[in-house]
DNA sequence: ACCCAGGGTTGCA
DNA sequence: TGCAACCATGGG
């Protein structure tokens, strides 16, 4: 892959195991427009991206090469090898190869830790396009603007501003019984209490532990926080379609999630994290188990 | 009218 | 420890 900078954008040449549609539609994330095929517009750390895909040619617009450095270069994990990570997941399981190849252009992003939290609070029983509509409207009321071309965007609002928000304020958003589960994860957020530096630091266990300490985080939304935001990419998030596919290709009957959470370490270990997203992502598509 | 969604908490055995 | 009712909301 060749990087560089060129009439205000920065292009990303032949790149590898990278496909814009395939990064942001498979689930891991939710403050995103499409705007024409393989173009999309996207919010992370507090930041808007227009971005757009022709074959193996990525152009992220109107940036720097600085900015690329510091933040998207990250974003998008760049810098990792997925064609390994596809081939030692098909030496462990050859059957994860249909998955795989069906969106061979997949990649985990590092995303901005409190929307990622907060979005993934949201997530829980509800649908994609749902939680989606959730998080660009608490962008929308809460969120600072940022101007493109004359058109405001509104970023997701940091801790801060959502500190004052209440409850009733929060279901006005539409986010139903989950409102006092986003006041306790902002609140504990702003105190310190649960503090993005630490988490990173301290491994899985404990940072699983300190994640299920917020209200409305149990294991399922710990997980996707560790794997999609704080780097942990051996944690295997299991839902409802995650237990399925599961279920249907290690279980002959329903299995417990946490059987399931465990083999999936024992099988995939370091790179259970990746498997999740091939499989979620095949397994939505193309309703698996039902 | 009924069921389900990238679940979690509470209550009760 | 295990299980099920319940939680808001929208879409099929």
Same mark, same amino acid.
């Given at each position: 892959?060749?990087?560089?900078?060129?009439?205000?954008?920065?292009?990303?040449?032949?790149?590898?195991?990278?496909?814009?549609?395939? #990064? &942001?539609?498979?689930?891991?994330?939710?403050?995103?427009?499409?705007?024409?095929?393989?173009?999309?517009? &996207?919010?992370?750390?507090?930041?808007?991206?227009?971005?757009?895909?022709?074959?193996?040619?990525?152009? *992220?617009?109107?940036?720097?090469?600085?900015?690329?450095?510091?933040?998207?270069?990250?974003?998008?994990?760049?810098?990792?090898?997925?064609?390994?990570?596809?081939?030692?997941? $098909?030496?462990?399981?050859?059957? *994860?190869?249909?998955?795989?190849?069906?969106?061979?252009?997949?990649?985990?992003?590092?995303?901005?830790?409190?929307?990622? *939290? $907060?979005?993934?609070?949201?997530?829980?029983?509800?649908? $994609?396009?749902? #939680?989606?509509?959730?998080?660009?409207? *608490?962008?929308?009321?809460?969120?600072?603007?940022?101007?493109?071309?004359?058109?405001?965007?509104?970023?997701?609002?940091?801790?801060?501003? &959502?500190?004052?928000? !209440?409850?009733?304020?929060?279901?006005?958003?539409?986010?139903?019984?989950?409102?006092?589960?986003? /006041?306790?994860?902002?609140?504990?957020?702003?105190?310190?209490?649960?503090?993005?530096?630490?988490?990173? !630091?301290?491994?899985?266990?404990?940072?699983?532990?300190?994640?299920? !300490? $917020?209200?409305?985080?149990?294991?399922?939304?710990?997980?996707?926080?560790?794997?999609?935001?704080?780097?942990? /990419? !051996?944690?295997?998030?299991?839902?409802?379609?995650?237990?399925?596919?599961?279920?249907?290709?290690?279980?002959?009957?329903?299995?417990?999630?946490?059987?399931?959470?465990?083999?999936?370490?024992?099988?995939?270990?370091? +790179?259970?994290?990746?498997?999740?997203?091939?499989?979620?992502? +095949?397994?939505?598509?193309?309703?698996?188990?039902?």
């Amino acid at each position: 892959m060749k990087c560089f900078e060129k009439e205000g954008n920065v292009i990303l040449e032949n790149v590898e195991a990278f496909d814009i549609e395939e #990064i &942001l539609e498979c689930g891991q994330c939710f403050h995103f427009t499409k705007l024409s095929e393989k173009e999309y517009e &996207l919010i992370n750390y507090g930041r808007y991206l227009h971005v757009s895909q022709i074959d193996k040619n990525v152009i *992220l617009y109107k940036t720097d090469m600085e900015t690329y450095e510091r933040v998207w270069k990250n974003y998008f994990d760049v810098e990792r090898d997925y064609n390994d990570i596809k081939h030692k997941l $098909i030496d462990i399981d050859d059957r *994860l190869t249909t998955a795989i190849e069906a969106k061979p252009g997949i990649r985990i992003l590092n995303q901005d830790f409190f929307e990622t *939290l $907060i979005s993934f609070i949201i997530s829980q029983n509800k649908q $994609i396009p749902h #939680i989606k509509k959730i998080v660009h409207t *608490l962008s929308d009321r809460y969120g600072s603007e940022v101007d493109v071309d004359g058109r405001i965007i509104k970023l997701f609002p940091t801790p801060e501003q &959502l500190k004052d928000v !209440s409850e009733d304020e929060l279901r006005e958003c539409k986010v139903g019984f989950r409102a006092p589960y986003i /006041r306790d994860a902002v609140v504990k957020v702003v105190s310190g209490v649960i503090d993005e530096n630490e988490l990173r !630091s301290i491994g899985a266990g404990e940072c699983m532990k300190r994640l299920m !300490s $917020i209200k409305g985080v149990g294991e399922k939304v710990a997980s996707c926080v560790m794997l999609f935001a704080l780097g942990y /990419r !051996s944690t295997f998030p299991v839902d409802v379609w995650m237990k399925r596919i599961m279920e249907y290709m290690y279980y002959d009957s329903p299995a417990k999630k946490e059987d399931i959470v465990a083999l999936a370490s024992e099988k995939y270990g370091e +790179y259970a994290g990746y498997a999740q997203q091939y499989l979620f992502y +095949y397994g939505r598509e193309n309703g698996i188990g039902k």
